[in-house]
């Protein structure tokens, strides 16, 4: 399991259960909040084919936390307004950097996986299902 | 133009600011889900003319505003002011989309196919069809349609333009950025950049962006283009991890792509003769802008599309400044401000111009 994964499928994971972990995370181990969760942009480079540079196409709303579980630092970055979802992922990432409950925290980012995996397989039925080939007359 | 202070009236300025709270209460009462899987295309219009990728904000906006689009992605473009940036993410490049509806005009086949995708382009607009009742629709929402998945979602899905672009057929324009400008730290003086015409024009107003184009394309200009690629669907947004330093997904956003193709130009670069193309993109799915954005990049890019050299799509200076919602709603919605010592001058000058016409 890569460490750099476990943003986004924890993200995807049931959001109670990621609460809950974190929170006995902090129970069991020394949890120093480094940077209070926080909404942030970051700006959006788009490649552009025309010249092949690029230029900005927006802003994307993240939120982003540091904390330190055991001395181990670790880092979230969420989509939208959600501090409360950056701090608890960014305890699981430190967590998982210290080695501490990796296997709950393993279990919650395959759970993530999956329910991104069918999500994307849905979609990719209906996707299939719109392929076109038209005949010229 | 000078502006006069005005005071007192606070007592009915918030009885109207309640009012209007009241007229739209029951908005209240949607959800966010509602609102943002319902109501998807209004919210991606707030998202990306108000230039900031939230869903969540979007939504409240919407609320906020009864569904007014132009003072719903006020709020986002406010919002965005007050907050930190924190940096850039990793380049997001169109061919990595994961396509959900990719079409080509241009070319019947092409590498990956013809996607319609989610589309109202084939439905009748008559009330008495309901998009929801069709049976192809209900059995592939459930999962029962029968058809094998293609998991093509983390592939590269070439523009349909690719294939021109690699037998050289297509002009590329020189790039002479270092790095892109960007218009909402400060705003750059003629000749603009192009990455800035392309920022502004990316977070521009749909109408706007529309009837720009449509001068070009119905006769006040030469722009009729045939659709390269036009895609809609998502890109992953990824940052480096502070600690690892290796990219991380942050998530996903919806967009939409398009490449259009004009006649051909003589290549500044070596005179060769070649086909012109245009890029527009924007944050959410709005087909209709990024088409509008292609034409309205290809007109200024490409001098050749010019009729007389008075048109208005062509005129970077034109399309620069009056694009922006934003930026043209405040203006238009200043005037219901008072006006009264203005007005009162203005009374006085004619006046004064009666009395000097009498003598």
């Known amino acids: 399991m890569k460490r750099e994964n476990n943003n986004f499928y924890l993200q995807q994971a049931e959001q109670d259960e990621i609460n809950t972990l974190s929170q006995q995370i902090k129970c069991r181990a020394n949890v120093q909040i480094i940077q209070q969760p926080t909404a942030q942009t970051l700006m959006l480079p788009i490649d552009d084919p025309v010249n092949q540079g690029t230029f900005y196409g927006g802003e994307v709303l993240v939120s982003s936390a540091i904390v330190q579980v055991n001395d181990v630092d670790g880092w979230a970055m969420v989509m939208d307004d959600t501090p409360v979802l950056a701090l608890s992922i960014a305890i699981l990432d430190a967590a998982y950097a210290a080695?501490?409950?990796?296997?709950?925290?393993?279990?919650?980012?395959?759970?993530?996986?999956?329910?991104?995996e069918q999500n994307l397989q849905n979609t990719q039925t209906e996707v299939a299902a719109t392929k076109v080939s038209f005949d010229l007359m | 133009m000078s502006y006069v202070a005005i005071?007192?009236?606070?007592?009915?300025?918030?009885?109207?600011?309640?009012?209007?709270?009241?007229?739209?209460?029951?908005?209240?009462?949607?959800?966010?889900?509602?609102?943002?899987?319902?109501?998807?295309?209004?919210?991606?219009?707030?998202?990306?003319?108000?230039?900031?990728?939230?869903?969540?904000?979007?939504?409240?906006?919407?609320?906020?505003?009864?569904?007014?689009?132009?003072?719903?992605?006020?709020?986002?473009?406010a919002h965005r002011s007050t907050c930190r940036r924190i940096g850039e993410a990793e380049p997001l490049n169109s061919s990595s989309m994961r396509v959900l509806r990719r079409i080509s005009s241009a070319f019947k086949d092409i590498e990956g196919g013809q996607i319609l995708g989610p589309s109202c382009d084939y439905v009748i607009r008559l009330f008495r069809v309901k998009i929801g009742d069709t049976p192809e629709f209900s059995a592939?929402?459930?999962?029962?349609?029968?058809?094998?998945?293609?998991?093509?979602?983390?592939?590269?899905?070439?523009?349909?333009?690719?294939?021109?672009?690699?037998?050289?057929?297509?002009?590329?324009?020189?790039?002479?950025?270092?790095?892109?400008?960007d218009v909402s730290r400060s705003f750059p003086l003629p000749p603009y950049p192009r990455s800035?015409?392309?920022?502004?024009?990316?977070?521009?107003?749909?109408?706007?962006?529309?009837?720009?184009?449509?001068?070009?394309?119905?006769?006040?200009?030469?722009?009729?283009?045939?659709?390269?690629?036009?895609?809609?669907?998502?890109?992953?947004?990824?940052?480096i991890h502070p600690f690892t330093g290796n990219k991380v997904k942050i998530g996903e956003i919806r967009a939409t792509a398009c490449e259009s193709i004009g006649s051909f130009n003589s290549d500044p670069k070596d005179g060769k003769l070649r086909l012109a193309t245009g890029f527009g993109f924007c944050i959410g799915f709005n087909e209709t802008k990024a088409i509008a954005m292609s034409i309205l990049d290809m007109a200024m890019h490409h001098k050749g599309y010019s009729i007389g050299g008075i048109d208005i799509a062509t005129n970077p200076e034109i399309i620069m400044h009056h694009v922006d919602g934003i930026e043209s709603s405040?203006?238009?919605?200043?005037?219901?401000?008072?006006?009264?010592?203005?007005?009162?001058?203005?009374?006085?000058?004619?006046?004064?111009?009666?009395?000097?016409?009498?003598?």
């Open chain 2, 7 to 77: 005071k007192g009236g606070a007592d009915s300025i918030r009885a109207s600011k309640r009012f209007f709270r009241d007229s739209i209460c029951l908005a209240k009462g949607i959800g966010d889900d509602e609102l943002q899987k319902g109501l998807i295309f209004s919210c991606d219009r707030i998202m990306s003319e108000g230039a900031l990728y939230s869903e969540k904000l979007a939504a409240e906006a919407m609320r906020r505003t009864g569904g007014d689009l132009f003072e719903a992605a006020f709020y986002l473009r």
């Open chain 2, 140 to 181: 592939a929402r459930s999962g029962k349609s029968g058809l094998p998945p293609i998991l093509t979602g983390n592939d590269s899905t070439p523009s349909g333009v690719e294939c021109l672009r690699r037998r050289d057929q297509i002009i590329v324009l020189e790039n002479k950025e270092e790095k892109p400008f």
């Open chain 2, 330 to 359: 405040g203006f238009a919605n200043h005037f219901k401000l008072p006006h009264y010592v203005t007005f009162q001058a203005d009374l006085q000058v004619l006046e004064k111009a009666k009395e000097q016409t009498d003598e």
């Open chain 1, 99 to 116: 080695g501490v409950e990796q296997e709950a925290i393993a279990k919650l980012v395959q759970q993530g996986r999956q329910r991104h």
């Open chain 2, 196 to 239: 800035a015409l392309m920022q502004v024009m990316s977070r521009g107003e749909t109408g706007a962006m529309l009837a720009f184009s449509y001068t070009s394309m119905r006769g006040y200009g030469d722009v009729h283009p045939t659709i390269g690629d036009l895609r809609i669907g998502y890109l992953s947004v990824e940052f």
